[in-house]
């Protein structure tokens, strides 16, 4: 009579009580049957999954992750362990090793999963952002997840004016900074964040401890290991300035529309030639002067003039003013068609053809009484306006819903050598560089004909082609004349220099300071699609490891500066060897490694690929090359070991391919070896 090796009771015994999640699962078909859990599985589910499958509990998507590796234990009959987020829903990393046995000819898989410390890997990522963190020109919070502040730029402490044990380990969203309103507001759109929900800057307002309240655009976004979240990053944009600023315009764009519905409505205007003989007339004069546009077309403006004001003084105004250029104001006495005399306070303005002479006149007539304070007010309005728009150094323009440019400050022109003449009725996208035309067009079309504020980064092409940066604060209203029309103003900055600084902090982390190759770090971000392609594609990956024979007597010599060079030469020697797709990465010193996916998981096929490239590669090195006219010619020796069969992990493909480099160095120089030779090799030992 058989006996099962392996029950539900000797897994009790063994793991009842352990904090690990422990499951035993049998392989039915496709599917895993849970057949014994602890109770540590049991509350995480939360209920008892014995004799459940893994298709009853768990997404299809964790399904299909978790089974390849399942499937790879009970084919291979050897332990398997991987790392997940997914699998429990919970912002905290996992990894889970599988050890597969037979019993009774049926397969089985003991599964045990440990929660991992990922606060060392989290420092990884911080490395780079904390590069910007210290460096930026914004406010800029790292959070964890739950919101507590890790670390922040020093822009922090001076913007909002509390102190480092103020901040570290506080909650953001409870400073208190803001009102209980601004809070609920803020968790909102953190929460939005960590959604990955689609949404613009969040405008906030803080109340400092000196009682001074400031404006500041608050932007998020994660912190992310293999599109897992870690953390957050926060910056705070300070627009107090642009928010007073946003506020007069609002102001002013009020009152523009009360102003001007008063003129289309009291404001009486006529334009004559330059001998008083009337071009055009508006409806308010010819209800204020009873006549018909008709009968005052082509007449001269002495058949209202009322004799009030003797032909001397209209003689003055022409003499002084303008035939000169020059605007004039004054009273002015009026008669009607039929007699009846009306007071104006007439402003003349004197039109200039492109030669800069005069060439029509337009008046402007108002009533004594109101109008004239209402044209006192616009005339405010219009010196504020330029005051803000003309002396600040941020780039304002206005564009109306096709995307044409209404207006632009001065700062445009000056930036990108245009005159604001040239930059008025053009396209916005015709600024633009090409990637900024396609973001532009498809934000005009798709966000931002809805009336609200946004944030967006634009380049900038100027006349000479020189390209320039900006963060542009984007508000969209309603047209003044038109309801159902948007006008969209755009508040924005340059960010040329830090778009610049970015770039080179990006390269910096990912590339190799002395030869520029990509660095281990590149290679551990490219390994994961190369990866998922390898899984998609039913494929292998190659790694090479190469180390320099005599590499050392380089530096002892010749010097450190041609031991440089050498290595520079070295790494442009294995780019031109290696494949289009393949990534050639400096690891350290002399070492370096070739990764090379879309193998074919045929074994004879596979190892001729690889060894045309490594034939590829010695044939380079023997050419060799000159410095300070020494002749060079390498050699190198190689460990070569492949996905999926030496690891599915990264760092272990490393070491299989540096152990089978040592065997390929034992053998002599200018050798390579595979690492299941290693195997072979210690095995007989």
């Not at 790392?83 to 599964?111: G, N, R």
């Not at 009102?179 to 689609?198: F, G, K, S, T």
């Not at 306070?345 to 002479?357: I, Q, R, S």
């Not at 320039?468 to 900055?493: A, C, G, K, M």
Request: proline share 2%; net charge negative.
């Amino acid at each position: 009579m058989s006996q099962n090796i392996f029950t539900a009771k000797h897994f009790d015994m063994m793991f009842g009580n352990s904090l690990d999640y422990v499951f035993l699962m049998k392989k039915v078909g496709d599917n895993y049957q849970y057949v014994a859990i602890n109770e540590s599985v049991r509350q995480l589910f939360q209920q008892d999954a014995t004799n459940l499958f893994i298709t009853d509990l768990l997404s299809a998507e964790t399904v299909h992750f978790m089974r390849s590796y399942y499937d790879d234990a009970v084919a291979t009959q050897q332990q398997v362990t991987y790392q997940d987020y997914t699998h429990f829903q919970i912002a905290q990393k996992f990894e889970t090793t599988l050890y597969p046995f037979s019993q009774h000819e049926e397969q089985y898989v003991l599964a045990i999963t440990k929660a991992l410390r990922y606060k060392r890997e989290l420092a990884d990522y911080y490395f780079f952002t904390r590069s910007l963190l210290f460096n930026s020109y914004y406010s800029t919070i790292m959070l964890s997840l739950d919101n507590v502040i890790q670390d922040f730029s020093s822009k922090v402490l001076e913007e909002t004016g509390l102190k480092r044990e103020e901040l570290i380990g506080q909650s953001f969203v409870e400073l208190t900074l803001f009102d209980e309103q601004q809070r609920h507001e803020i968790a909102h759109y953190l929460q939005q964040v960590c959604d990955n929900e689609e949404r613009s800057s969040l405008l906030v307002q803080m109340t400092l401890p000196n009682k001074k309240q400031k404006h500041f655009l608050l932007s998020a976004n994660i912190v992310q290991d293999n599109s897992y979240m870690d953390a957050m990053f926060v910056v705070l944009q300070d627009i107090t300035a642009h928010h007073k600023q946003t506020e007069q315009l609002r102001l002013a764009i009020r009152d523009v529309e009360r102003m001007q519905k008063a003129l289309n409505s009291t404001v009486e205007i006529v334009i004559t030639d330059i001998y008083g003989t009337i071009i055009d007339v508006n409806e308010p004069y010819c209800r204020t002067a009873r006549y018909t546009r008709e009968e005052l077309i082509c007449k001269n403006v002495s058949i209202l003039q009322s004799r009030v004001q003797s032909m001397q003084y209209y003689e003055q105004v022409w003499h002084d003013y303008l035939i000169k250029g020059e605007t004039w104001r004054g009273e002015v006495c009026n008669i009607t068609k039929y007699g009846q005399p009306y007071w104006l306070d007439m402003t003349v303005l004197p039109l200039l053809n492109d030669a800069g002479e005069v060439e029509q006149f337009m008046s402007i007539n108002l009533n004594v009484t109101e109008k004239k304070a209402i044209m006192t007010e616009l005339n405010h309005i219009s010196r504020m306006f330029h005051m803000i728009t003309e002396n600040t150094s941020d780039f304002i323009a206005i564009v109306n819903e096709d995307g044409i440019l209404q207006y632009v400050s001065p700062s445009y022109a000056r930036l990108l050598q245009y005159t604001q003449q040239e930059l008025q009725g053009a396209f916005y996208s015709s600024i633009l560089a090409e990637k900024s035309q396609s973001l532009w067009q498809n934000e005009l079309y798709e966000t931002l004909l809805n009336a609200g504020q946004y944030s967006m980064e634009f380049e900038l092409v100027g006349r000479n082609g020189q390209t320039y940066f900006i963060e542009s604060n984007i508000s969209v209203v309603n047209d003044v004349l038109r309801p159902n029309v948007r006008q969209i103003l755009l508040v924005s900055r340059e960010i040329t220099a830090r778009k610049q600084k970015e770039t080179e902090l990006l390269y910096m982390a990912y590339h190799d300071a002395l030869t520029g190759l990509p660095n281990r770090r590149f290679l551990e971000q490219q390994f994961v699609v190369a990866k998922k392609d390898a899984l998609k594609y039913n494929e292998s990956i190659g790694l090479l490891y190469l180390d320099g024979d005599n590499f050392k007597g380089i530096n002892d010599g010749y010097g450190h500066d041609v031991g440089d060079q050498f290595l520079r030469e070295f790494g442009i020697a294995l780019r031109q060897s290696v494949r289009v797709h393949d990534i050639v990465v400096r690891v350290g010193g002399d070492e370096f490694i070739v990764l090379l996916p879309g193998l074919l998981r045929d074994k004879e096929i596979r190892r001729e690929q690889v060894e045309n490239v490594i034939k590829s590669i010695h044939e380079r090195l023997r050419k060799g090359w000159y410095i300070q006219d020494a002749h060079f010619s390498p050699t190198t020796s190689i460990g070569i070991s492949f996905f999926p069969e030496a690891s599915m992990d990264l760092s272990r493909l490393v070491d299989a391919a540096d152990h089978a480099l040592l065997l390929a160095k034992q053998r002599g120089k200018n050798r390579w070896a595979y690492f299941h030779e290693v195997t072979s090799y210690v095995g007989s030992k």
